[in-house]
């Protein structure tokens, strides 16, 4: 009975220790499990936290590039029209040294709107001044002799230029009114392209 009791005690102490074992065993799966999904959760929690700290430190780079690039070119539209504006005048120089200005046929067109008027003041640069002289009678004829045409030789106008004054006003056509107008005008055309590509 010893024997039997001691034969039982061992199986039953086998049986309990295989029984711990796989107790055990399931314990340390279901805890390397548990421990993975926690694990993994938290390392996705802070990669999302990670990413998102990064992505928006990313957007902040890219508004300020956008900023900084928007005002650069913001800020070239008064340079880059000057230095247009400059190279036309000096080219414009040089032509009108090389080939005058018809002045004479400008002066004719401008005279077609004060056909009102009965003085008329032709006001041109010196050195067109015999160019203006030559055609003065024509100018004249083109009221039938009806108004007076005078012709004064002003140093304020520019070469290829001209004013026309009469009792209604004036005519501006010097060369710098007409650069100012065109510099308008290029100015407005930059800063309507910067406007453009700044969206």
Known sequence: MLETARAQAAQMLAAAEEQ????????????????????????????????????????DVVRQTEEYRTGLLRSMVEPLTAIT???????????????????????????QFVLDSSLVE?????????????????????????????????????????????EYGRIDARVETRLELLQEHLRQAVTDEVTNRVG
């Open 85 to 111: 504006m400059e190279a036309l005048s000096v080219m414009l120089q040089r032509e009108l040294q090389e080939s005058p200005a018809n002045v004479a046929e400008m002066v004719e067109h401008l005279l």
């Open 122 to 166: 032709v006001r041109v640069h010196p050195d067109d001044f015999s160019l203006a002289t030559t055609a003065h009678p024509r100018w004249k004829s083109a009221k039938f002799g009806e108004w007076e045409v005078s012709i004064v030789p002003d140093l304020s106008v520019a070469r290829g230029g001209c004013e026309i004054r009469s």
């Open 20 to 59: 711990a074992h796989r107790l055990q065993t399931a314990a340390e799966q279901q805890g390397r499990s548990d421990g993975y999904t926690a694990g993994h959760a938290e390392g996705l929690n802070a990669c999302q936290e990670t990413c998102g700290t990064l992505v928006a430190k990313a957007q």
